[in-house]
């Protein structure tokens, strides 16, 4: 008998009404779309490095991360790449399709393994179409996605290796939810557009400061309150912008957005004493 033959089946995930409520936009659909998504939609687990899309191929597929992080890529002639974008748990995959497009010049993959909510691309438009409430949060997802952007693009030209690192661990934390993060450091250079060796350095430091640990391919985030002391002014800003979404999702709370607020004000005080 083969090992094929031995292999227990996969046991099916089950998509569920409460599966939605870990995405933030889905969390704010109606009654009736909800059940539209629980018809059309399934729940699926994400791999390291799986495709999402291609390059300037039709998109066939649109992805709702609940706990895994996609990441858009560009690649050069010489076959370098770089993370031009990524995508967690705030939002959606298909920005195209929101755009009258089909395809894009960019790629894009799982860069951190875990769930998310996959339909079709005709069932994502139809609910475009009858759900106008689920239009103006994709919209607002949009607006705030390209704000981030034009904020990154800045950071990875004004900020240090040390400091964009710590930036992209917390935004990574916030989308995964869990102290734990799969991640090479070849795969982080590729995301920050830096050398291995620059990464290396910067771990390293992070990690004798105690804010990280790194071990096997994990990063653990130790010390969430220094990491967010190391990390430079764009990941406020970056939170800031998904902020109203990421609202809406369970145990999110106005008083507990004010309060990380306030903490990293709190640091910001005594690292300038």
Known sequence: MSQNQNARPQKALVLTADALKQNAILAGIE???IEYVLEHGSLVDLRLRQEIYQSERTIDLVYFPINSVLSIVAQMRD???IEVGTIGREGMSAFPLLLGASTTANYCYCQVRGRAIRMNAASFHDMTVMDHSFRQLLDRYLQSYVNMLGQLAACNRLHSIYERCSRWLLMTHDRVGADDIP???EFLAMMLGTSRSGVSIAAATLQQAGFI????????IVDRPGLESAACE????ARKQFEGLVRSLPGITSDKIRALAARRSTLDSDLHL
């Open 31 to 33: 009654p009736a779309t």
């Open 234 to 237: 764009c990941y406020e800003v």
């Open 213 to 220: 640990q790194y071990n096997h391919g994990i990063i653990r």
């Open 183 to 185: 991640l090479t450091q």
């Open 79 to 81: 076959g370098s790449e």
